[in-house]
């Protein structure tokens, strides 16, 4: 991948009373019952960048998603308490503004001051943008002057806000989170030490097929866990209970276990319940799950497997959690693994560990930003670029 331009191959004065359209990822993830952000990582990795343009005398307009919501206003997905965590760690106001598709605001934002800062409701509340919609990307570019894009994790999606708006501009350049990413993971691929061990969790592989078929043929290991694993039991033949799994993806599971199995590991013991909220009837099972009882993490045997692989050296990468971390009850694999990534690092392992998700589990583990080589804010995008794709959020920069 060629070099892309970032914000600071250019001299201040660039910026100064350019309103700037930053695409950053504000994707984290939230407490709806307490109200409050669970891990605000990713909110804190793009400051750098806007610090840079308020310095330079910009006008900061940013815009993300959070969640899924597939074009429909849903308020346990609004960016307004995100608006609020980064007016508290920037220490300055951030306007957050829900009806920007009104056409009054593309000249109120003409009128803003220099140094200040809005936050966009999330884009996502409107299919135009995962539509990649030729129009609404217009609206989005008529906001701004220059474009950056600070959103390494959203960069392997061609929507209007990391693409389309993109093409509108004569400026299209690189934040300061995403020129790191992109100069760690190229270095770290140059040479990829062996063994090199990828470990996927998280619920879904079908948003994965593509990166996981690519890592199939450099990896050395590959760890499956979390609800990912029981599409791959099932198409075993093996009994998963009430497990969640992706039904969709069964054949293709089968197929590429049937090429890859001696590389493919999957869990050999499980911590199954009734239901999440039924901690009391935990059970721990070999094989074949119980009808009318799901997994929710992996077992004490699994955890040893697991650990005798993520050894280090070599290079590990890591996406997805084990289970359903957040439950106490069932967080025990996925800080297991947490630490031997760690453990491994300190013995000589390059360790990328991606995802929102992830780095939430990386915090409950009590392991330290120090105890890992990269922490990346990607996760999809992370996988797909290890994977020897190409994203089109990067591939549009200058």
Request: charged share 25%; hydrophobic share 40%; glycine share 8%.
């Given at each position: 991948m060629n070099k892309k331009k970032v914000i600071s191959d250019y001299p201040k004065d660039f910026f100064n009373e350019k309103k700037v359209f930053i695409r950053v990822d504000f994707n984290v993830p939230i407490n709806n019952?307490?109200?409050?952000?669970?891990?605000?990582?990713?909110?804190?990795?793009?400051?750098?960048?806007?610090?840079?343009?308020?310095?330079?005398?910009?006008?900061?307009?940013?815009?993300?998603?959070?969640?899924?919501?597939?074009?429909?206003?849903?308020?346990?997905?609004?960016?307004?308490?995100?608006?609020?965590?980064?007016?508290?760690?920037?220490?300055?106001?951030?306007?957050?503004?829900?009806?920007?598709?009104?056409?009054?605001?593309?000249?109120?934002?003409?009128?803003?001051?220099?140094?200040?800062?809005?936050?966009?409701?999330?884009?996502?509340?409107?299919?135009?943008?995962?539509d990649n919609d030729s129009e609404f990307s217009k609206l989005l570019a008529s906001f701004a002057d220059i474009y950056v894009n600070d959103?390494?994790?959203?960069?392997?999606?061609?929507?209007?806000?990391?693409?389309?708006?993109?093409?509108?501009?004569?400026?299209?350049?690189?934040?300061?989170?995403?020129?790191?990413?992109?100069?760690?993971?190229?270095?770290?691929?140059?040479?990829?030490?062996?063994?090199?061990?990828?470990?996927?969790?998280?619920?879904k592989i079908k948003d994965k097929i593509s990166a996981m078929s690519k890592l199939l043929d450099k990896a050395d290991k590959i760890i499956i866990a979390g609800g990912a694993a029981y599409t791959f039991i099932k198409a075993n033949g093996g009994k998963i209970g009430n497990s969640i799994f992706e039904s969709e993806m069964v054949d293709w599971a089968g197929k590429v276990y049937a090429k890859y199995s001696n590389k493919i590991i999957l869990p050999i013991d499980h911590l199954v319940s009734e239901s999440i909220e039924k901690t009391n009837s935990c059970l721990i099972v070999d094989d074949d799950i119980p009808d009318g009882y799901q997994?929710?993490?992996?077992?004490?045997?699994?955890?040893?497997?697991?650990?005798?692989?993520?050894?280090?050296?070599?290079?590990?990468?890591?996406?997805?959690?084990?289970?359903?971390?957040?439950?106490?009850?069932?967080?025990s694999g996925t800080i297991h693994v947490a630490r031997a990534v760690a453990l491994a690092t300190w013995r000589g392992a390059t360790s990328v560990v991606g995802g929102g998700e992830t780095i939430a589990a990386l915090r409950k583990a009590e392991v330290l930003e120090s105890e890992i080589s990269h922490m990346s804010t990607g996760g999809g995008a992370l996988l797909e670029y290890i994977g020897g794709s190409k994203l089109p959020g990067i591939e549009i920069l200058d």
């Open positions: 019952d307490l109200n409050n952000i669970r891990e605000d990582y990713r909110i804190r990795r793009s400051i750098p960048t806007i610090d840079f343009l308020i310095n330079a005398g910009a006008k900061v307009i940013l815009g993300s998603h959070l969640g899924r919501p597939k074009g429909i206003v849903n308020e346990d997905l609004s960016l307004k308490i995100v608006s609020e965590r980064l007016s508290e760690l920037m220490e300055r106001p951030v306007i957050f503004c829900n009806d920007f598709k009104d056409k009054g605001w593309t000249n109120k934002f003409d009128k803003l001051t220099k140094g200040s800062v809005v936050l966009l409701e999330n884009l996502r509340f409107f299919k135009e943008e995962t959103a390494f994790g959203t960069s392997h999606r061609a929507h209007a806000s990391t693409f389309g708006m993109a093409v509108n501009f004569k400026s299209k350049l690189a934040g300061f989170l995403v020129d790191k990413e992109l100069k760690f993971i190229s270095k770290m691929l140059e040479k990829v030490e062996k063994p090199f061990v990828v470990i996927i969790g998280g619920s997994a929710f993490d992996i077992g004490p045997k699994t955890i040893d497997l697991f650990n005798s692989i993520i050894k280090g050296p070599g290079c590990i990468f890591w996406n997805g959690p084990m289970g359903v971390f957040e439950v106490e009850k069932y967080s």
